[in-house]
């Protein structure tokens, strides 16, 4: 008999996070598993999922009523019944949560946290009593939520995947030339980038600074207005500092970077630092959180302290000064993340997961 699946994601896109819930989804109903995909009505990831052939239930999960998101949960789960349901995010976690230890939960619950916990030790041992298993997307994950009171026998750690359509596309010349209008691009700079939400970018921008090569640094994923965009505008010649927002057509602009960059403290398991890992660029990441999964310093590049803009400036100047090193981290860096990070491990460990809880007794 086929396994009915339910996914529950309340965010609508853009996010990393949003990408590996659904080519998860996708490569499951891929490997035979009926997926019902539930997501906010009128979203991007609802067309995608739509686009995928997923069977897509809109659910608009809103802040603060968790009351009200589990009653739709349970209408939902009532006229569409499943064999196991999977949270993806917080909402739907907190609502998931409040129906199973009030008995109204009718299959086994999945819980997968893809960023570093910032509930309660109290919250995060309630959701993880209510839970089969708890899926940590990385190692860092997995200790924090241990640390926050959830049982080691409840965590199974499944990393995020990469996926390979969002990198392996044609590029064509034009979207190129595109990204250079858009930044500003010049040969008299180097072109660095940090492809992500406002996280940390602002201790490389005070790293510039102390940085001697010209760069320019593109912040994508960055509004203009704000106190990043403030930062940028300060950055001393001879480097320069752009904040462009986010847009589907990304992936030319990889072929300007000389360098990615991720500072963020928080990642459960980075999809852009995949993605530019994938496309052979050499990456620089905070030591910190899930970074330490995915990146394994002087092999596939390299690891700073966190909000040490001396670190930052000494890495950035360090790679850009030795292309020999920048080629041979960028080439490993390819094949950590196409083949101990590829998509298909995720999908098989999933799969795993999910036909143990439906298929054995209910874990306690």
Excluded at 354 to 361: I, V
Aim: overall charge positive.
């Amino acid at each position: 008999m086929t396994m009915r699946v339910l996914h529950v994601l309340h965010q609508g896109g853009g996010a990393g996070s949003v990408t590996s819930t659904l080519h998860l989804s996708l490569g499951l109903q891929r490997a035979g598993v009926a997926v019902r995909f539930a997501c906010p009505p009128h979203s991007e990831v609802e067309a995608l999922a739509r686009a995928g052939g997923l069977e897509v239930h809109p659910l608009d999960l809103r802040p603060g009523e968790r009351r009200a998101n589990a009653a739709a949960l349970a209408e939902l789960l009532a006229r569409h019944p499943v064999e196991l349901i999977n949270s993806q995010s917080a909402r739907d976690r907190q609502a998931l949560t409040w129906l199973a230890l009030c008995g109204a939960l009718p299959a086994p619950l999945v819980l997968t946290r893809r960023q570093m916990p910032r509930t309660f030790v109290l919250e995060n041992w309630l959701s993880s009593r209510a839970a089969a298993r708890v899926v940590a997307v990385s190692g860092a994950v997995a200790g924090a939520l241990r640390r926050r009171g959830t049982p080691a026998r409840k965590l199974v750690v499944i990393p995020n995947g990469l996926v390979t359509e969002r990198v392996d596309v044609p590029v064509d010349p034009a979207g190129v030339e595109h990204w250079r209008e858009r930044i500003g691009w010049t040969p008299e700079q180097r072109t660095i980038g940090i492809v992500a939400r406002p996280k940390d970018q602002a201790v490389v921008l005070a790293a510039l600074a102390r940085v001697r090569t010209p760069v320019r640094l593109v912040l994508a994923g960055v509004e203009p207005a704000g106190t990043l965009g403030a930062l940028a505008r300060e950055v001393p010649w001879p480097h320069a500092a752009v904040c462009v927002p986010f847009a589907p057509g990304i992936r030319p602009l990889y072929e300007l970077l000389d360098l990615v960059l991720l500072p963020s403290r928080g990642e459960g398991l980075s999809q852009s630092l995949l993605e530019a890992m994938a496309l052979a660029k050499p990456v620089i990441a905070s030591a910190a959180a899930g970074n330490l999964d995915l990146v394994t310093p002087e092999a596939d590049g390299l690891l700073v302290p966190p909000l040490d803009p001396a670190g930052w400036a000494s890495a950035i100047e360090r790679l850009l000064a030795d292309p020999d090193l920048a080629l041979r981290l960028g080439d490993a860096a390819r094949h950590t993340a196409r083949e101990k990070f590829a998509l298909e491990h995720t999908i098989r460990r999933t799969l795993g997961l999910y036909r143990a809880l439906a298929l054995g007794p209910r874990p306690r």
